[in-house]
């Protein structure tokens, strides 16, 4: 029997998968895996020393962990993300270390909580039950069960500001336009369901093959500044590249109509946060729903957490538990492609 390949392991893989590469690996689970410790430089170097394949999750990766690994044997990266952020690729390509990944693995998940924030800020959702927890909408205290007999049940008060008429009206999605920047894995999920509520779906990424736009039912739209105009709502579904940081400025907000809606479920840093607060405050757009900022966690001063016209979520687009079972079954593959000498097909690839 051959000598099992040695792995440190902090990505989280289901039973069965674990069980799985137990046939072809000596596995270290290490220490953090499952809890929000994130680890140090030391910790990664002291732990993962000497291990021929180390895959991780959201741990720190930098260029001195990798080449100190390398020269100890390091010979592949695994990420159980989409997108490897938090390796230095660089360092990783300079030292021979091929990245695998996880790419699609929250494409389901964060495609229905994009349409989760648009109908939520098109009916109104969050704004109403921060109300109604703020106390704003409620009667005084009585005993629950005196329920008076009553034809018609509506929650208004005589001399008090009513929930119906203090915020606007909702809107529907059905018929309307919404506007995709990038359509691809998250993008295409996203276009899928708007089109099965009776939506035009209109996306702008000049990098996808021409048959996913016919495939989809989506217009192809060749110009953003073409588009923007036409769109009820705008969603962003981009990577974070030298050419996409900040993308989303002054321009893009101006083009938007006053009435249109923005969401971003993508990265913050495509969208210059100056340019959104002015959008904003300015009332250039009419919403905006955004589940992730440019500073992680958010400060409690930013000017868009005191605004009435956005709904912010902390960056949970991308957790569910259906995540973990695509990530854990992706890695697995991978791992077991190069236990039996395989071409892994998840490699991670950077164009700059």
């Known amino acids: ?37 994130l680890p140090t430089m030391e910790d990664i170097i002291n732990e993962c020393n000497g291990h021929e394949v180390v895959c991780i999750y959201t741990d720190p990766m930098p260029k001195e962990c990798i080449d100190t690994l390398s020269q100890n044997g390091l010979k592949l990266l695994g990420c159980a993300r ?58 005084d205290e009585k005993d629950i069960y005196d329920v008076p007999e009553r034809k018609d049940v509506i929650w208004r008060f005589k001399d008090r500001e009513n929930p119906r008429s203090s915020y606007p009206w909702s809107i529907d999605v059905y018929e309307r336009t919404i506007g995709l920047i990038g359509l691809g894995a998250i993008g295409q999920n996203v276009a899928m369901i708007c089109r099965g509520m009776g939506m035009n779906v209109i996306a702008y990424d000049p990098f996808q093959n021409h048959e996913i736009f016919g495939k989809l039912g989506v ?55 100056k340019a959104l607060i002015d959008a904003l405050e300015k009332k250039k757009i009419a919403f905006a729903a955004i589940d992730v900022m ?29 995540v973990k079972k695509w990530a854990s079954q992706m890695m697995t593959d991978e791992l077991m492609r190069y236990a039996n000498k395989e071409k892994n097909l998840r490699v991670w690839t950077r164009l700059e």
């Not at 440019?294 to 259906?322: F, V, Y």
């Open 1 to 37: 029997m051959s000598e099992k390949i040695k792995l440190a392991l902090s990505a989280e893989l289901l039973p069965d998968d674990l069980n799985k590469i137990k046939e072809k690996y000596d596995i270290k689970i290490l220490p953090w895996t499952g809890s929000d410790y």
């Open 294 to 322: 440019w500073d992680e966690p958010a400060p409690k001063n930013h000017p868009l957490l005191k605004m009435d016209n956005i709904l912010i979520t902390p960056h949970m687009g991308g957790i569910s538990s259906d």
């Open 82 to 139: 989409a997108t490897p952020n938090n390796i230095d690729w660089k360092a990783a390509k300079e030292n021979g270390i091929p990245i695998v990944h996880a790419p699609g693995r929250n494409a389901h998940t964060v495609a229905e909580y994009t349409v989760g924030m648009l109908l939520s800020i098109c009916k109104r959702i969050g704004f109403t039950y921060h109300g109604l927890m703020e106390g704003r909408f409620l009667a």
């Open 219 to 273: 217009i192809r739209a060749n110009d953003y500044r073409d588009m923007l105009p036409k769109c009820d709502f705008v969603s962003v579904h981009l990577n974070v590249t030298e050419d996409t940081k900040s993308m989303i400025n002054d321009e893009w907000f101006d083009l938007m109509r006053s009435d249109a809606y923005f969401i971003n479920t993508a990265r913050a840093a495509v969208v210059d946060q």
